[in-house]
Nanobody, 123 residues
Framework: QVQLVESGGGLVQAGGSLRLSCAASRRIFNGYTMGWFRQAPGKERETVAVINGDGGSTWYADSVKGRFTISRDNAQSTVSLQMNSLKPEDTAVYYC????????????????WGQGTQVTVSS
């Protein structure tokens, strides 16, 4: 069965904003660190942002610090990524995932993945 489902991707002009959401099955979401990743064509999947189980701790890649904000709603079993001041280099497929370990940054530490949502930023 589907465990993680992303939504909110689309086409936006540079400087614009998008909000991605990821709906999770409660049993794989509660108390776990969650992360957002992205993969551009021809590039490896990279970690974008991470949030711990209660939302009190976050981590961001240097490339998105100050522009992206990760948050979660534990009552709704959702994790979101608010993306502002988007740049063409942010164009990628964005994935949410669940970590096996607390505040994991390496993608190999994540065991459940969504199917991804495309974000395209035009210049």
């Amino acid at each position: 069965q589907v465990q993680l489902v992303e939504s909110g991707g689309g086409l936006v002009q540079a400087g614009g904003s998008l909000r991605l959401s990821c709906a999770a099955s409660r049993r794989i979401f509660n108390g776990y660190t969650m992360g957002w990743f992205r993969q551009a064509p021809g590039k490896e999947r990279e970690t974008v942002a991470v949030i711990n189980g209660d939302g009190g701790s976050t981590w961001y890649a240097d490339s998105v610090k100050g522009r992206f904000t990760i948050s979660r709603d534990n009552a709704q079993s959702t994790v979101s990524l608010q993306m502002n001041s988007l740049k063409p280099e942010d164009t990628a497929v964005y994935y949410c995932a669940r970590a096996r370990h607390y505040m994991a940054v390496l993608r190999t530490s994540y065991d459940y993945w969504g199917q991804g949502t495309q974000v395209t930023v035009s210049s």
